[in-house]
């Protein structure tokens, strides 16, 4: 854990998908068509609403120290960082990180997180980037499951 940041590892650093990034194609077409944009703003919206957890999504490179920038990034990501998840994914490098704040720790124990980092490579493999980062997002929700205080009776 990085004191500093409250960050705790989940040491999710794994080889997934071969898409391109935005950095890689700057004169490219779009990775993202409108809907597969409204799909992943859709998950991150739910996910965030189902747990009380501030779900955040950083797709690029994430250099040479993949873990190192990841947590710069969740730093940077706003504020409440305690009760914050991002998921950096950097398809080019095959590399996904996770990264959580103390409170969202308690809730996202290690085991789920590689578990969704599994079901997301499975996905990327598959060539379906979109897809399955939304599959991730759900496992991560259904694990977090509801803040408390909260009934969605």
């Known amino acids: 854990m990085t004191g500093s940041l409250e960050v705790t590892s989940h040491d999710t650093a794994t080889n997934a998908g071969t898409l391109p990034t935005r950095d890689e194609e700057p ?8 809907r597969e944009l409204a799909r ?19 797709i690029g490179d994430l250099g040479p ?5 990841a947590e710069e990034l969740f730093a940077r990501s ?36 590689a578990l969704a980092v599994l079901s997301m490579t499975n996905a ?4 379906d980037l979109v897809g399955g980062i939304v599959n991730g997002l759900r496992q991560l929700s259904d694990q977090a499951g509801h803040p408390r205080g909260l009934h969605t009776h």
Do not use: K, N
Not at 45 to 50: L, Y
């Open 124 to 127: 990327f493999a598959g060539g």
């Open 65 to 69: 120290q993949t873990r190192s920038y």
């Open 40 to 58: 992943l703003d859709e998950a991150l919206t739910m996910s965030s609403r189902e747990t009380g957890l501030r779900f955040t999504l950083y």
């Open 78 to 113: 706003g504020d409440h960082l305690a009760d914050s998840c991002l998921l950096a994914i950097s398809p080019g490098q095959r590399v996904i990180e996770v990264v959580t704040g103390a409170g969202a720790a308690r809730r996202l124990p290690d085991r789920a997180c």
């Open 27 to 34: 004169d490219g077409p779009p990775i993202f068509s409108d």
